[in-house]
């Protein structure tokens, strides 16, 4: 378990020392640490529930002809694995660039809260272990869709459907992402919703329409549950409804504002659709975990004196904390994340 901690203790080392570094320093810091994670991401060894399934898709890889890779499924990610496999790489380089993508997309969504290393704690314990190195076609596609919902908080929408498009070529539930430009769009609204959903009406052909009726069988019908799967949806909906009860001191930009609105409701949402379909629902919720870092962000706002912003922040820190203890420590499936190997020291 010690380098997840080791995750956890730089990023808390962040929130709690004192000290604001100058803006070109700063980067130096978040480029040490982004690379550090990656590190750790990209060279695990038998670390996921799904490793063994990937190694043998590299595996598959290597004896495949691109046309077969480039319609695997999926392309953004079998088609660099199937050329990082002819240059005679392993799953370690994929893991690695998936990585990559994933605190790309971490530490600029991160860098434009107002507390980013808050942001970068509250990623650590689920978002960070388990998804970055477990689910590692959709950690991709979330680093992609947070590097989306930087640009939709600047309000440009466009650079929002781009970044999503791409995550869905790593994992296509990503596409169901499209419809939140429609609604959170703050100029020229309708015209923005029509190019908006024309484009999802075109992601989704190109990506879901074939799917659909398998993922909905396997999700729905075959009622396949997922484990702690009505937990993690809470983890996103208590923020959300803090964000929804507080949205003016919390987001006092009216387009920032109106984004996490709808984000929030979508995270709400999920509380009673879980009950319907645990694993779909769970894995949707993956996409929503920002909302955690927004607002984790942004709690320290609500206080009125220097020593109430030490104890939220500090309450927060002590959550987190929890958050990864109970993970590491009870969760069903952390065996297979536990123990930690480090590929380089065998």
Request: one cysteine or more.
């Amino acid at each position: 378990m010690f380098p997840f901690w080791m995750m956890f203790l730089v990023a808390a080392f962040g929130v709690l020392v004192p000290g604001r570094l100058p803006e070109r320093q700063a980067w130096v810091a978040w480029f040490a640490v982004a690379g550090f994670f990656v590190v750790l991401m990209g060279m695990r060894h038998e670390v996921g529930g799904d490793w063994f399934t990937y190694e043998l898709h590299f595996q598959h890889l290597s004896h495949a002809a691109f046309s077969e890779a480039a319609n695997f499924g999926d392309p953004g990610y079998y088609v660099p694995g199937w050329l990082m496999a002819q240059m005679g790489g392993d799953i370690y380089w994929l893991n690695t660039f998936c990585a990559l993508l994933l605190m790309i997309g971490t530490v600029t969504f991160v860098r434009r809260q107002p507390m980013p290393w808050l942001g970068l704690l509250a990623a650590v314990p689920y978002m960070l272990i388990v998804v970055g190195m477990g689910y590692t076609r959709q950690s991709a596609a979330l680093g992609l869709a947070l590097l989306g919902l930087a640009a939709l908080g600047d309000g440009r929408v466009r650079m929002f459907v781009l970044w999503v498009c791409l995550a869905a070529t790593f994992h296509k539930t990503a596409v169901l992402l499209l419809p939140i430009a429609a609604v959170a769009g703050s100029r020229n609204r309708y015209w923005t919703m029509a190019w908006v959903l024309v484009a999802f009406g075109v992601m989704y052909w190109a990506f879901l329409e074939d799917q659909s009726e398998r993922l909905w069988a396997v999700y729905v019908d075959y009622d396949m549950q997922s484990q702690g799967g009505a937990i993690r949806v809470l983890m996103n909906a208590v923020p959300a409804a803090a964000f929804l009860l507080l949205r003016k001191r919390l987001a006092p930009d009216p387009v920032e504002r109106r984004l996490w609105i709808w984000i929030s409701l979508l995270a709400i949402a999920c509380v009673p659709l879980v009950f319907v379909s645990s694993t779909a629902v769970d894995r949707m919720g993956l996409y929503l975990i920002p909302v955690q870092m927004f607002v984790a962000c942004r709690m320290s706002r609500l206080a009125k004196t220097p020593q109430g912003r030490t104890v939220i922040v500090l309450g927060l820190v002590g959550y987190f904390t929890v958050v990864q203890i109970v993970w590491l420590n009870f969760a069903t499936h952390a065996k297979y994340w536990v123990p930690y190997n480090f590929m380089p020291l065998g």
